[in-house]
C-alpha cells in the first residue's frame, strides 16, 4: 500500500515545518503498518495556478498527479493562516479539481476506492474549519474519508508559540495523528477488498 503527504506550508525547504512535524507523526504510524510513504513539499515545486492537470512545459503538477494516482491513501497537511487553508493547499485543490473529470478503466472517478486525511496546524484558531473545507473538497474529487482522519494543533486564541515551541495539546495531537493512520489504513484495505462501484448512469 502507497501513500503521499503534500505538505502545504508556506516554507520553502529547508526551512524547519511544523505541519511537517506533526504530519511525521502520521507518516511513521503508516510506515509502521507497512505502507510506503512518500512527501512533497508543494510550495518548494512552484506550482501554476489553473484547473487543469498539464499546464505545458514547465508544469510539476503532472507528476505530482501521477504520484496521487499511485496512491491509495493521501493526506494533506496545512498550516492555518486567518483561519483559513494556506494558499498553497488551495493551489494544490484547484489542480486537482481536474480530476473531477477523469475516470478509471471501469468508469469510475479516478479517486474513487481512495481513502483522505487532513494534518492541520496552527498558532491561531480555525484547525476544524480548515480540516472541514479540505476534507470536503477531497470527498467531492472522489475520495473516502474515513471517520476520525484528521489530526490537528493550536495554541487557541491570540498569538503564541507554534506546534514546535509548545508542549500544550501535543501528547492529544500526536495519539490523534495515530489513530488517524490506523483509520486510512483500515478502510483503505476494506475498500481494496469490496470496491466501490461506479456510480450509476
Known sequence: MRAVVINCTL???????????LAAVVIEELRERKVEVETIRA??????????????????????HRKILDAEIFVMASPTWAGQPSSIAQRVIERMDAMLSETDDDGRPVLYNRVAGVVVTG??????HVINNLSGALNEFGY?????AWTYW?????????????DEGRDWSITTGRAMAS?????????AERPVPAPPS
Do not use: C, M, Y
Open 123 to 128: 498558532n491561531e484558531d480555525g484547525a476544524h
Open 144 to 148: 473516502t474519508i474515513p471517520g476520525q
Open 43 to 64: 510550495v518548494d515545486l512552484d506550482i501554476p495556478p489553473g484547473v487543469q492537470t498539464d499546464l505545458g512545459p514547465g508544469d510539476p503538477w503532472p507528476e505530482v
Open 11 to 21: 516554507k520553502r525547504s529547508p526551512e524547519q515545518s511544523n505541519t511537517e512535524a
Open 183 to 191: 483509520n486510512l489504513v483500515a478502510v483503505a484495505t476494506a475498500l
Open 154 to 166: 493550536n495554541r487557541g486564541p491570540g498569538p503564541g508559540p507554534s506546534f514546535l515551541e509548545s
